[in-house]
């Protein structure tokens, strides 16, 4: 069954076609109680046609059908959730530019949602299906390993450990099996690589060689293209390097390595946070900041001489510095922008304990991601005195600065929050910070602002 892989990319172009006209004309029977091909409203029959188009578009652009076998059910679904995403912008960019603000919103958004929910259940069910299908022995690739050293024993137990890749492992070769990790799996030495191949019908060579063994991968790669088989190269950078990297090609030609990566370098994920960050503090701003406002600002008042808002300027992307803007829970000092706020701090006053417990203190900084200088979710900023002590104390504490600071964090949802004056509570905050910014997505931040809600609720011990 070697041509399985592109039967199930015809059933998910299928499918997706099927599951998407489907939405439409459910969406439309729940809004208006008809079936949507047997009426007279002509605009929604185009809409219909629209839609169909704009995910066409969206696929060839997308290559939503190249199913690799390492691929994850994860990353598919985030694959997916961000073309629908794309796709209800771009059909909203055509609406609003033809001026045909006639169709039914809830219509729209009943559709996406459908579509949304059941391609996602769709495609996540096909792929389970297919790892099934390659666990029990269909769909298989015959693989070898050149190598056997620890970068070959890595890709070895990745294959042992994960059967519904349909990789089936045929042996290592390597000339040195007494230093070998695996000798008992070792079929030969690099001259027996080629005849073994061909004999046994191999697929793919994962060649896992030191990298100062050109002319012997030079030789291998050849045989391989000639006999249309798969080399892939299993770098070794374990003394450098033990996480994710990416690898571009500079004019095409020259591979840069880069050791960590960060999804908000991309132009596109940068605008989706951007815009994300928009519609998120403005709907605060404007449905929550007129309810809360005029209470915490008597309040405030009432609590002791000196402004609503305390301004501060604090650390920001690139080492940039900003006013960030909080309301006042102290006394007006003079160690303000030394001095962190302690447990039973003398100089919080009685509306500032609850203001910090609350986390109600950090709203006017919606102003500030609104502004430009920060953003809902990301690294805490911090004071300019102690951006200078930790970036020499806490290693890869700058690494926090590549992106814009957040109102909340992922350090500070995993119990992170609060005073830093002991470098090892810093150093893990820092770990969390530098995690957040080598693994951001849209799906990652409103996990946090759920769970920085549900913290508020719950009560933090080192909110104060």
Not at 223 to 240: E, K, Q, S, T, V
Not at 245 to 265: G, H, M, N, Q, W
Not at 289 to 301: C, D, E, R, T
Request: net charge positive; glycine share 6%; with cysteine.
């Amino acid at each position: 069954m070697k041509g399985l892989s592109k039967i199930i990319t015809y059933i998910h172009f299928l499918g997706d076609f099927i599951i998407l006209n489907l939405a439409f004309i459910l969406a439309y029977y729940l809004k208006f109680k008809h079936n949507p091909l047997f009426s007279d409203r002509d605009h929604y029959f185009s809409l219909h046609i629209l839609y169909n188009c704009i995910w066409l578009i969206i696929i060839l652009y997308f290559n939503l059908y190249n199913i690799e076998r390492v691929t994850h059910i994860k990353s598919t679904i985030f694959q997916l959730t961000k073309s629908v995403f794309i796709h209800s912008l771009i059909l909203l960019g055509i609406i609003v530019s033809i001026n045909a603000f006639y169709f039914s919103r809830t219509h729209l958004l009943t559709t996406y949602i459908i579509f949304g929910v059941l391609v996602v259940l769709w495609r996540a069910l096909v792929l389970s299906i297919l790892k099934y299908l390659r666990s029990s022995g269909q769909n298989i690739k015959q693989v070898i390993i050149v190598g056997a050293g620890v970068a070959g024993s890595q890709i070895f137990h990745y294959l042992k450990s994960n059967p519904g890749s349909g990789l089936k492992f045929a042996g290592f070769f390597d000339d040195n099996p007494d230093k070998s990790l695996h000798k008992n799996l070792i079929v030969g030495g690099l001259n027996e690589v080629r005849s073994f191949a061909l004999t046994h019908k191999i697929d793919e060579i994962f060649c896992a060689l030191p990298l100062t063994s050109i002319k012997q991968i030079r030789e291998l790669i050849s045989f391989a293209d000639n006999n249309l088989i798969r080399f892939r190269i299993i770098p070794d950078f374990r003394g450098f390097l033990n996480k994710k990297a990416d690898i571009d090609f500079y004019d095409s030609t020259i591979p840069v390595l880069t050791i960590r990566k960060e999804p908000l370098e991309s132009v596109y994920n940068r605008v989706i946070k951007r815009l994300f960050d928009i519609a998120f503090s403005l709907g605060v701003i404007l449905i929550i900041y007129p309810v809360i406002f005029p209470i915490i600002a008597i309040l405030i008042k009432l609590s002791s001489k000196g402004p609503i808002f305390f301004i501060q300027k604090r650390t920001g992307r690139n080492n940039e510095e900003f006013n960030c803007y909080k309301f006042r829970t102290m006394t007006v000092n003079q160690d303000s922008d030394s001095k962190q706020a302690s447990k039973n701090d003398n100089r919080i006053t009685g509306i500032g304990k609850f203001l910090r417990k609350t986390s109600l203190d950090e709203f006017p900084q919606f102003l500030n991601v609104l502004f430009g200088d920060m953003t809902v979710v990301g690294p805490r900023p911090h004071m300019l005195k102690h951006t200078e002590e930790y970036s020499r104390l806490v290693d890869k504490f700058m690494v926090r600065h590549l992106i814009k600071p957040g109102i909340t964090g992922w350090a500070q949802v995993n119990g992170y929050r609060g005073n830093t004056i002991n470098p090892k509570y810093m150093i893990k905050r820092v770990r969390y910070d530098v995690w957040y910014v080598e693994n951001w997505s849209l799906f990652l931040d409103i996990k946090i602002i759920f769970l920085t809600v549900y913290n508020v609720i719950k009560g933090e011990e080192n909110a104060f």
